[in-house]
């Protein structure tokens, strides 16, 4: 019975989020550096950032709420 448990520890699994977290900052980086050089300057990053914050905070604060219901229980 425990030799139907036993696994093979996994290093591409391990290094899976990682690797996404780093896709998904280079993925942002080169989004502000498309938006300077398309524009010349910087100011555009702030408001793209702003109308980020408003669109997903509802979606973080339920996702926060849905994780306190489950912690909960």
């Given amino acids: 019975m425990e030799e ?6 996994s290093w591409p699994l391990f290094f899976s989020p990682f690797v996404s977290r ?3 900052a280079l993925f942002i980086f080169g989004l ?3 938006i300077v050089k398309a524009t010349g300057h910087a ?9 980020g914050v408003l669109f997903w905070w509802p979606v973080i604060c339920l996702q926060d709420q849905w994780l306190i219901n489950i912690i909960a229980i």
């Fill in 22 to 24: 780093l896709g998904d």
């Fill in 32 to 34: 502000n550096w498309f």
């Fill in 43 to 51: 100011s555009l990053l702030g408001i793209v950032q702003g109308i």
């Fill in 4 to 9: 139907r448990f036993k696994q093979e520890f």
